[in-house]
């Protein structure tokens, strides 16, 4: 008998959007109630992914072309993919992803505007047939999210880009989220963190619900 696949979700949002801030509490959440979890993060997740996001995330003399920089999403996920997501969701895992494909839609995409076409065409190359079953998008306010992560020390590539670039990127994950409202959920990060966890956690029992699961 073939082995069920695990449930794929992915966490998504904006800067500031509260990622951090929400996937350990999603994580027990699952933990406690049986599932056998990985939790992983892109770019990155396996040690040459890793690799890759720090070539990704730190600034260089050389300005990086916007097509060297989806290579390279795709060349860690590609890895990240094949090397651990692939293997763990066809034993029975759940995987719990900060950040994947719908995040190269959003910055590759809406941030650096290259074309949709592009980002679908390397999407089925290194993953076929396979998308998250659920995306849980943190979304917040530009403005807000800015604000929240001013008081780093030091800005990776990406934060040091223009409000405009940041607001494409909200507005094509708010598009996304849109028009399938069957695997998207949007999470309201504008609002206090214990707030924004309620509304996790009635999505969270929504997804068990679907998959069979008594939470
Ligand atoms: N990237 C890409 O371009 N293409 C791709 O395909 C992929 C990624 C996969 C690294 O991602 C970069 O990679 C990313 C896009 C690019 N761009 N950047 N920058 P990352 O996920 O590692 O980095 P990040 O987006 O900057 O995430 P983060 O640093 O983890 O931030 P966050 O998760 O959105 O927020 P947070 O750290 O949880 O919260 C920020 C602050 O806000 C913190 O002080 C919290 O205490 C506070 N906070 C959070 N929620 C609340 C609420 N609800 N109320 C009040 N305060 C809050």
Same mark, same amino acid.
């Given at each position: 008998?073939?082995?069920?696949? #695990?449930?794929?979700?992915?966490?998504?949002?904006?800067? #500031?959007?509260?990622?951090?801030? /929400?996937?350990? !509490?999603?994580?027990?959440? =699952?933990?406690?109630?049986?599932?056998?979890?990985?939790?992983?993060?892109?770019?990155? @997740?396996?040690?040459?992914?890793? /690799?890759?996001?720090? *070539? =990704?995330?730190?600034?260089?003399?050389?300005?990086?072309?916007?097509?060297? +920089?989806?290579?390279?999403?795709?060349?860690?996920?590609?890895?990240?993919? /094949?090397?651990?997501?692939?293997?763990?969701?066809?034993?029975?895992?759940?995987?719990?992803?900060?950040?994947?494909?719908?995040?190269? !839609?959003?910055?590759? @995409?809406? #941030?650096? +505007?290259?074309?949709?076409?592009?980002?679908?065409?390397?999407?089925?190359?290194?993953?076929?047939?396979?998308?998250?079953? !659920?995306?849980?998008?943190?979304?917040?306010?530009?403005?807000?999210? *800015?604000?929240?992560?001013? $008081?780093?020390?030091?800005?990776?590539?990406? $934060?040091?880009?223009?409000?405009?670039?940041?607001?494409?990127?909200?507005?094509? !994950? =708010?598009?996304?989220?849109?028009?399938?409202?069957?695997?998207?959920?949007?999470?309201?990060? /504008?609002?206090?963190?214990?707030?924004?966890?309620?509304?996790?956690?009635?999505? *969270?029992?929504?997804?068990?619900?679907?998959?069979?699961?008594?939470?």
């Amino acid at each position: 008998m073939n082995q069920q696949m #695990g449930k794929f979700i992915t966490l998504e949002g904006n800067e #500031g959007s509260g990622k951090s801030s /929400n996937i350990s !509490y999603i994580q027990s959440y =699952l933990q406690n109630i049986g599932i056998d979890l990985v939790v992983s993060r892109e770019p990155g @997740g396996t040690a040459l992914a890793e /690799n890759i996001r720090e *070539l =990704l995330l730190h600034k260089h003399q050389e300005p990086m072309h916007p097509m060297t +920089e989806l290579l390279l999403v795709f060349a860690a996920r590609a890895q990240h993919f /094949n090397q651990l997501i692939l293997p763990s969701l066809e034993r029975g895992a759940w995987v719990l992803c900060d950040r994947f494909t719908d995040a190269t !839609y959003a910055y590759q @995409g809406g #941030g650096r +505007e290259l074309p949709e076409q592009y980002i679908a065409e390397l999407e089925t190359l290194v993953q076929k047939e396979v998308r998250p079953d !659920y995306v849980l998008l943190m979304d917040v306010d530009v403005a807000t999210g *800015l604000q929240r992560i001013a $008081e780093r020390s030091e800005k990776d590539r990406f $934060e040091d880009q223009e409000v405009a670039f940041f607001e494409r990127v909200r507005a094509c !994950y =708010l598009a996304r989220a849109k028009v399938d409202k069957q695997r998207y959920f949007i999470v309201d990060t /504008n609002q206090p963190l214990e707030q924004a966890q309620k509304q996790i956690e009635q999505y *969270l029992q929504k997804i068990l619900l679907e998959s069979g699961i008594d939470g």
